[in-house]
């Protein structure tokens, strides 16, 4: 099965936004030698993220129809190839097509 969609990892954009953080505040307060290898040793742990923004290591896979019941179902889940976060929501909402019921419609959109 092929993933519907790909993207940055905002987990691994987060730490690696705060690791190159830790390594301007110890700038100059560490020695030199200590500065270098804590940058080697970041970079060599980033060193497969195309820029800041990262990679696209997240796979999204989703599924989405209606049920022989009449209720509209979506199932939507995402991994990281790098850091294995994941993510997770199934869900069923019955969504009428009478225009009476368009007040209810919006309600319970707001519960989402």
């Given at each position: 099965m092929s993933a519907d969609d790909?993207?940055?990892c905002p987990i691994c954009i987060y730490k690696?936004?705060?690791?190159?953080?830790?390594?301007k505040d110890k700038y100059g307060?560490?020695?030199?030698?200590?500065y270098?290898?804590?940058k080697k040793e970041l970079?060599?742990?980033h060193e497969d993220?195309?820029?800041?923004?990262?990679s696209t290591p997240v796979r999204i896979d989703r599924e989405y129809g209606l049920s022989d019941k009449g209720y509209v179902y979506l199932s939507f889940s995402a991994v990281c190839q790098k850091c294995g976060a994941?993510?997770?929501h199934n869900g069923e909402k019955i969504l009428p097509l009478d225009k009476d019921d368009a007040?209810?419609?919006?309600?319970m959109m707001k519960q989402c």
């Open positions: 790909w993207v940055s690696r936004k705060n690791s190159f953080k830790l390594l307060k560490i020695s030199q030698e200590e270098e290898d804590l970079n060599e742990e993220d195309e820029d800041v923004g990262g994941s993510w997770q007040a209810i419609v919006k309600e």
